[in-house]
């Protein structure tokens, strides 16, 4: 386990792991490959995104780029345009910034592509091509005795983001996460993860809607992280939010062979943590409130997002 960075503020938004083969500067196919392994963070603390290179882990360098933004939560990368998209918590709506590859540190950065001001209380950003996905966890029906939340819809053209719809769950939302066109998303406050199957195409209309499965994982108090890749899982546990004991009760998950183990667990059923799940947890660990997590299965890398040790840190587990 490696500090990437330790900072007074908290870096609480998700992270987006790059990692690529770019000669799109040249058409000459003999030019060396060049490998660029970067980690996007969002910041909720003053807006402002911070981009690691985390190619030598041993000398992780950073930049941080400023926005208008004063709060930010959920952030994407997409390596085919070089931009980053974030959601505002104090704008209230989606900002793209281009170029960042080659942004200065300390830039302060204009959006090149935004949306209007739909959100309440975004939390995360799940992107499955141009259907940009935003968990928002404010109270829907006004009553705080009921679980809900809401999933804005957006489509992003070259002009901007639109808003295509709204989906109301009957449970808090935090973490989402695509795997191929299913939907899936943590169920705040609850140690349960539920799934949308074929989620963009199947509600298309502003509606209140039922998880197509949901399940219970074992050995999790109250999850918010959410990170997939080459099969593999990762769901963060905060254990209790605030109290004493609550800087070193957190944990993640980690499922291999994720969807196949998930198909086997019947709709209200529990993925038990014996056979299916690794937890990773204790005090060398800096775990308290672990509230988003990254993971590349090419190198085995976890990247936590930990808010409640040192004012908040970046931590990577190999």
Known sequence: MKNLKLSAIALLAVFSFYSCSSDDDSSDDTSPDVKRAELYASNNSNGNITKYDVKDRNNVTSKTFLTLSLDSEGIFYDGS?????????????????????????????NANLSSAA????????????????VADNAD????????????????????????????????????????????????????????FTNFAASNTTNAT????????????????????????????????AMGAGSDTDGAFHVITDFQNKFNAVANGGIMAVSGNQVRVAGANTFLGNPVAAEFDAETNTVFIAERANAGGRVLAFT
């Open 140 to 195: 829907v029906d006004g009553d705080p005795d009921t679980a809900d939340g809401r999933f804005f819809i957006y489509t992003k053209s070259s002009n901007g983001f639109t808003l295509r719809n709204t989906v109301t769950v009957n449970f808090k939302v935090w973490g989402i996460e695509f795997i191929g066109n299913d939907l899936f998303a943590v169920v705040d406050a609850t140690s349960d993860l539920a799934v």
């Open 118 to 133: 739909n959100l309440v209380s975004p939390r995360d950003i799940a992107v499955n091509g141009n259907i940009y996905v």
């Open 81 to 109: 345009s070089d931009e980053v998209t974030q959601a505002s918590r104090s704008l209230l709506q989606l900002n793209s910034y281009a170029d960042v590859s080659v942004t200065e540190n300390g830039a302060l950065i």
């Open 209 to 240: 809607v039922e998880a197509s499965k949901r399940i219970t994982i074992e050995g999790i108090v109250r999850t918010h992280g959410i990170a997939f890749d080459g099969g593999t899982m990762i769901l963060t546990d905060i254990g209790a």
